[in-house]
C-alpha cells in the first residue's frame, strides 16, 4: 500500500481510484447478490460503466439502515457478500448506539487491506517499529481498535493489549512496559488521567509519547486535546473510521485537519438533505480494498467540514477542518438554536477544573430546556459552574441550567462516551 500517490498531483489520484474501483466492481457484479440488484437498477451492469467522476457520481447511495434490512431479512449476515460464507475469516459488529447493530465480515485479504489503512493511521503519527504501543481496550466483539492491533503488527511494533484489565491495571502495564503510544478513546484517555493522580502516576514525565484515538470526536476538539495532551505529556492524534467502512482518516504530523486515505477509499461530502455536494456536510465513503464485504457511495452520518488548502505535509489527500465534528443527526435544537454535542464539549473541556460532564435536554411548558452536570475540583466549584453558564450562552448562544454534583457521580466511558441525552424522545 505504497503512499507515494499521496504526494503527486489529484489527476494522478482520481486516476487510480477509478482504476481500483473498476477493478473491484468485477467480482461484485457477479458474486454480491446486494450490489449486483442495487448497481443494476442504476445501470451499472459493467466495471467499465463507471469511467469519471461524472460516472461514479451515477452510483446510488447506500445507507446503514439499508445493510440492517438486508441482514434482517437474511440472517445472519445479509446478501452483501462477494463470494460465500466460508471464505469469511473475521466477523464483529457495530455498537449498535444509532440502532440494530450491523454485523461487519471480512475475508482474509480484506482483514488485511483493513490493518494496512491502520498502519497508515500510524505512519501519520510518526509511529515507527521501536515503538511499544498500548491498547486500552476491552477487545469485545465491536471492531473498536482490533484492525489497529494488526495494523501494529504490520508495522512491526511491539503490541500490549490491555483486554480485561482494570484501569490501575492498564496503568501499571503501560509503566512496567515503558509503552511509548497509547491507543484509546479520548474519553477513556482522560479518564485514566484521572485514575493515575489519584493514584500518584506521574503520566506528564512517563514514557507515552503520542497518543492516537478514534470513537468520537474528542480528539478533533481543541480543549479536549489539550486537556489529553497536558495530562499525558504527549502529543494527540485524531483517526477516524467506521465498523462497515474501515479506518478511512489519519493526522500527519501538522496535525491540522484530518486527511482522507484516498488511495484507499474516495470520499465526498454532501449536503444531507438535497445529496448534492457540499464544503460542510456528511461525509459519502466507498471503499477500494475491501471486496468481501464492500460498502459504495456510503452515507457514514458524519458531519465535517472540507479545508481546500494546501497541507504543509505535501500531502493532496482530502482534508477535514476538525476530523469528525459529529453526527448529522446528532444537533440537538434548542430554543430555535441548532447545537451539536461536540461544541458543547469543547466549551466544557476548556475549564481545567471540570473532570467529567454530563448534558440532559427535557422539555418543559413546550419549551427546551438544557442542563448540564459538572464534577468540578477546587474550591470554588459554584463560580466555575456560573463561568461555563456563561461562556454557552456567549459561544453558542443558548442558556443552560449548569450545576455541580459530587465528584465520581457521573458514569465514565472505556468506549463511546454517552454523555448528551435527550429526553424529550421518550416524553409522554
Not at 1 to 30: V, W
Not at 311 to 330: E, H, I, Q
Not at 396 to 425: C, M, S, W, Y
Amino acid at each position: 500500500m505504497s503512499s507515494d500517490i499521496e504526494t503527486q498531483d489529484r489527476k494522478a489520484l482520481l486516476e487510480l481510484q477509478l482504476k481500483r474501483l473498476q477493478s473491484m466492481l468485477g467480482p461484485i457484479l457477479q458474486n454480491n447478490a446486494f450490489y449486483k440488484q442495487k448497481l443494476n437498477d442504476a445501470g451499472i451492469t459493467r466495471p467499465e460503466d463507471i469511467r469519471t467522476v461524472a460516472d461514479y457520481q451515477r452510483l446510488p447511495f447506500t445507507s446503514k439502515t439499508e445493510l440492517s434490512t438486508d441482514q434482517i431479512a437474511h440472517p445472519p449476515y445479509g446478501t452483501n457478500l462477494t463470494g460465500s460464507q466460508d471464505q469469511f475469516v473475521r466477523v464483529h459488529q457495530t455498537s449498535g448506539t444509532t440502532g440494530q447493530p450491523l454485523r461487519c465480515m471480512d475475508t482474509d485479504e480484506s482483514w488485511t487491506w483493513f490493518a494496512q489503512c491502520w498502519k497508515r493511521v500510524y505512519q501519520g503519527a510518526g509511529v515507527i517499529a521501536a515503538d511499544r504501543i498500548f491498547f486500552a481496550f476491552s477487545f469485545g466483539p465491536f471492531i473498536g481498535f482490533w484492525t489497529a492491533l494488526e495494523g501494529a503488527r504490520l508495522l512491526g511494533a511491539l503490541s500490549l493489549s490491555g483486554g480485561s484489565m482494570t484501569s490501575i491495571q492498564r496503568l501499571q502495564a503501560i509503566v512496567d512496559h515503558q509503552a511509548t503510544v497509547l491507543v484509546c478513546t479520548p474519553t477513556y484517555a482522560l479518564y485514566l488521567a484521572e485514575i493515575a493522580e489519584a493514584e500518584g502516576i506521574d503520566l506528564v514525565n512517563g514514557s507515552i509519547q503520542t497518543t492516537i484515538h478514534a470513537g468520537e470526536p474528542g480528539a478533533g476538539l481543541p480543549a479536549t486535546r489539550q486537556r489529553i495532551e497536558q495530562a499525558w505529556g504527549a502529543k494527540c492524534y485524531d483517526h477516524a473510521g467506521a465498523s462497515e467502512v474501515g479506518a478511512w482518516g489519519f493526522e500527519c504530523l501538522e496535525r491540522n485537519g484530518m486527511h482522507v486515505n484516498e488511495s484507499e477509499f474516495i470520499a465526498e461530502v454532501i449536503d444531507p438533505e438535497t445529496g448534492g455536494l457540499a464544503e460542510e456536510g456528511e461525509l459519502v465513503v466507498t471503499n477500494l480494498g475491501r471486496v468481501g464485504m464492500p460498502v459504495i457511495r456510503y452515507r457514514t452520518g458524519d458531519r465535517v467540514r472540507l479545508n481546500k488548502e494546501a497541507c504543509a505535509c505535501g500531502s493532496c489527500y482530502l482534508r477535514l477542518d476538525g476530523g469528525v465534528v459529529g453526527r448529522v443527526d446528532d444537533a440537538i435544537i434548542i430554543r430555535g438554536v441548532n447545537v451539536y454535542p461536540s461544541s458543547i464539549e469543547n466549551v466544557v473541556r476548556g475549564f481545567a477544573e471540570v473532570t467529567e460532564f454530563a448534558v440532559d435536554v427535557y422539555r418543559r411548558n413546550e419549551m427546551a430546556d438544557m442542563e448540564i452536570r459538572l464534577e468540578i475540583q477546587g474550591d470554588s466549584p459554584n463560580v466555575v459552574a456560573d463561568a461555563v453558564g456563561q461562556k454557552i450562552r456567549h459561544m453558542l448562544g443558548i442558556r443552560a441550567r449548569v450545576q455541580t454534583v459530587p465528584n465520581d457521580t457521573l458514569p465514565r466511558f472505556e468506549l463511546k462516551a454517552k454523555r448528551f441525552i435527550d429526553h424529550r424522545n421518550t416524553d409522554s
